[in-house]
């Protein structure tokens, strides 16, 4: 079973430049999830999708950071414009299910490493 | 609110040696608990998890035992291996709200 693919690995860029990430999911996870891993910190949630919905992005700071989900598979993240704060790795995640379980197994992929300059 | 709170690093142990790394929670409810695992450049995985108190959660030798009592869920290993550097995290889920992570707990193994 192919694991989550995320792309880039990494990405350097200049203060108030755009960037956006890309992710595959694991094939039939319902669930994807965004997160914010700043050096020395645990993940942060910054927006979670079920299936093609907005499920939670309560964290996520929209008015630079933007996510869709096509068609409930693939999802991008996007930056603009990015300021030195979000210098960090971004992961993405995905289950079968979701948290209306409180159980369900996340799957990450190996994350992209954000730097701003 | 909900948050986890683990011990903080890094924890350098030699092989062979006995491993604890501390885990409490605060939550609303009652939620499942996770280790997550992170090795060198890679992503994190999940290295074991209970759903209930009272659950023992194992996997590749480690255990953690979910006490309510003492909303903890203690990472243990009898004997570490240099394999096992990595960085570990500590998590909390309950049903309908957001995963909460640990800040994360780095171990290094000497051989």
Not at chain 2, 76 to 99: M, N, W
Request: charged content about 20%; hydrophobic content about 35%; aromatic content about 12%.
């Amino acid at each position: 079973e192919a694991g989550v693919a995320q792309s880039p690995r990494y990405k350097i860029i200049e203060k108030r430049q755009s960037v956006a990430f890309w992710c595959n999911p694991i094939s039939g996870h319902a669930t994807l999830y965004w997160y914010q891993q700043i050096l020395g910190q645990g993940p942060k949630l910054l927006i979670q999708f079920q299936n093609n919905g907005v499920v939670d992005d309560s964290q996520l700071p929209k008015d630079r950071f933007s996510a869709e989900r096509l068609k409930g598979v693939d999802s991008t993240l996007k930056i603009q414009p990015a300021k030195l704060e979000d210098s960090a790795v971004y992961l993405c995640a995905s289950s079968p299910l979701g948290t209306g379980t409180g159980w369900d197994t996340q799957y990450f992929g190996p994350g992209t490493r954000l730097t701003v300059l | 609110g909900n948050s986890v709170t683990q011990m903080e690093g890094p924890v350098t142990l030699s092989e062979e040696a006995f491993l604890t790394i501390n885990c409490t929670y605060t939550a609303t409810g009652y939620p499942s608990l996770f280790w997550y695992v992170q090795y060198p450049g890679e992503g994190l995985q999940l290295l074991l998890k209970a759903t209930k108190a009272d659950d023992k959660g194992s996997n590749k030798g480690f255990e953690a035992t979910y006490r309510k009592e003492t909303t903890s869920f203690h990472l243990e290993k009898g004997s570490v291996q240099v394999s096992d550097s990595a960085v570990y995290f500590c998590a909390l889920s309950i049903r309908g709200f957001k995963t909460i992570f640990g800040a994360g707990t780095r171990l290094f193994v000497k051989a």
